[in-house]
């Protein structure tokens, strides 16, 4: 908003000036505006909740429904980052920078993980017009070399509009053991999962929390809260209780269940009464699932027929649909939580609220699932016998689990494929509307209606300034504002039969591209993460998804022109939105792509105790090469004890501490194996003590997985020694990193006694350094020790 004009008189004497308070008011929305509370799931399908046909009782999320409206062509990106980026701007991914992930960040406009000032977010939108605005849950739209303390705010919630935030900053975390972030600092989780702790329950207290603080002071002023809970992304992480309710009802099998949505749907008027099932494996069989140059397709996207399982593989599945169907579940009761609050407070009358999912359920878990993902994320097969081992703690604290790619194609009835897919069944998705009763939004109330008009997450923006009364500025924070490409579906609501307002719609992700024009869709075939690239010989597919919503009747041969007029639209819209350039390069090709850091990578990092986890993003990597680890210490008598060193948790990660008057070192390597070194002397007592871990790497077993003896040393004295191997990929997907004195998050090893986070007592961490240059651990010491005597 430009800056108001001085109305008053100013002289000399206070007694002779007249005042304007207008300039320095702070906003005020209008009165009896509506609040907005925006409800953004993660990775469920389009078919998984029960509103939607699904075999998933969400009970409270029908709630929702049954007081707005369910659209049942509203479609995302394919990718969680990229649709976050729609759905807080209006602007399509591309021109935001979110091509993919904001892990994925290459240095191209299209892909860069950072959204241009210029894309105004909806929160700061509205906070210039009065309403307070709140955040809890997943953000993942900054990139990594910002997730962390050294780094620029700009693109955190709170540099985008948000006035309070809790959750976490990147793609994913445990459920048990959040990487979370409050305002604009690091914190730990208020209790453990022992005492009942789980983050989606944390994230809605703190929902409440935020709402009431501010309505206690001013109970006219209107907010907007972006609830965007880890439900449902892997980890499936749910309380035994919620997992033990859907006990016995996927025993059917994922092809089985399919058939029985689509029944529900057809029923409940969700897809077309001719609506038919593609097959599980939409693309071909393995042998014809190749590429231009006779690439193979990813194994990654295969599906196993579930009468092709043994009865073992059918238990273990079956229990991993129930997880997530306890995690969904689990999810849906704590946002009854929120609208019981809102309700017994009276603000629900007035409250706009907005349920989607940000793309297609996941195919992630590939065709056998996993109990543990960093086994994937390390290019560690996974192992039927192991997992089944594990059934009975799937969604607890010792798994980091997720379902095999069958599931999701059972999720994303009646569609083929999943996440990252430009098929429907990686874009479109649920999304409810359930309109505010009073105020000046009177008129598009909703009462349980479906509406089939198209449209996208681009929509969302528009849809609620408009049905808010609030027009989208010229600039914000003196930057000028590019076109909004959403549409409002505000009229969707009053006439059920009217036209579409969107009339055209693309997509490309990782690869995969797409493009909706009046009724019809062109797509293709080009695996995601495949390397194929080749991209002018892709074989595109036409489908009139007015009539086949299934992508089952491919009609390239019988139409050539409409094919190649939307092929030709395809690259007008794509150019027109800063697509290119194309990337289909493997996730090991991308996550390894050279990016910005904070600081240049060094031969030796310093860390001290009591300071906040540093993200592994921008810590010390001991990947595939040898280090040492020294903590120099003091302790002034016998019965110290803690964690001097820890990087990671329990699927990954390594640690350095003392137990029973002794030094010890544990690398758990990826969750299976924890190899411990114990001392055999116990530990000295004085000033300025130096213990010390280190790696003398001598080989790799297999590529990347670094061998070699790790040693144990009171200064220059060997206390230990052992054989290892080291992970040769991330410690983590969830965010833990590195922390002094203390292993925050997950704990590295189960060999800590009494209480977690075992944090170090009886003496003093002065600091502790990683070396990573390859000199011998004898010429560091005398190194250490030169430095001591300078002190």
Known sequence: MAPRPFRGVINVDIRDSKPDWTPFEPPRAPDGASNVVYIVLDDVGFSAMSCYGGPIATPNIDRIADDGVRFTQWHTTALCSPTRSCLLTGRNHTRNSMACITEAAVGFPNASGTVPPENGM???????????????????????????????????PSGRGFERWYGFLGA?????????????????????????????????????????????????????????PGAAHAPHHAPKEWISRFAGQFDMGYEAMRVQTLARQKELGIVPQDTELPPINPLGTPETRTGPNGQPFPPLDETRPWDSLDDDEKRLFTRMAEVYAGFLAHADHHIGRLLDYL?????????????????????????DGSINEMKFANGIPDDMQSNLAMLDELGGTRTYNHYPNGW??????????????????????????????????????????????????????PTILDTLGVEAPDTIKGHVQSRIDGVSMRYSIGDPSAPSARTTQFYSMLGSRGIWHDGWKAVTTHPTLSGWSDFNNDTWELYHVDVDRAELHDLAEEQPDKLRELVSLWYAEAGDNGAFPLDDRSALEIMITPRPQVTAERDRYIYYPNTAEVPEQQAVNVRNRSFSIGALVDIPAPGAQGV???????????????????????????GLTEQKIDGTVDLPTGEKLLLAASFDKDGEDPKGVATGILSLYHADR????????????????????????????????????????????????????????GDLYVDLEREAQAMMARE
């Open 172 to 228: 994913e975390t445990n459920q048990w053991y959040p990487d979370l972030v409050y305002d604009n600092h690091p914190v730990d989780q208020p209790k453990s999962p022992d005492e009942g702790y789980h983050l989606t329950e944390d994230l809605t207290d703190k929902a409440i929390e935020f709402i009431r603080d501010a309505k206690t002071i001013a109970p006219e002023k209107p907010f907007f809260l972006y609830y965007a």
């Open 343 to 367: 309700e017994e407070s009276g603000q629900r009358d007035n409250t706009m609220i907005i349920v989607v999912s940000d793309n297609g359920a996941s195919g992630e878990g590939g065709p």
């Open 122 to 156: 909806l929160p700061e939108i509205l906070g210039e017009r009065g309403w307070n605005t709140y955040m809890v849950g997943k953000w993942h739209l900054c990139p990594t070399v910002e997730m962390n303390l050294a780094s620029t705010r700009r693109n955190w």
């Open 408 to 461: 999701a194609m059972a999720f994303n009835t009646p569609f083929k494929m999943w996440k990252r897919y430009e098929f429907n069944g990686g874009t479109a998705d649920p999304c409810i509307i359930s309109w505010p009763t009073a105020g000046a939004a009177a008129d598009v109330a909703g009462n349980g209606q479906l509406r089939h008009q198209y449209h996208h997450a681009i929509d969302i923006v």
């Open 718 to 773: 060997k206390v230990g020694e052992g054989r290892i191997k080291t992970q040769p990929g991330l410690y983590s997907l969830a965010g833990e990193g590195l922390c002094v004195g203390r292993d925050s998050g997950e704990a590295v090893t189960s060999d800590y006694p009494g209480e977690h986070p075992f944090a170090f007592t009886g003496g003093t961490i002065r600091r502790v350094a990683v070396d990573v240059s």
């Open 644 to 670: 001097l060193f820890a990087h990671g948790s329990r699927f990954g990660g390594h640690a350095l501490y003392v137990k029973e008057g002794r030094l010890h070192y544990v690398n758990n390597f990826v």
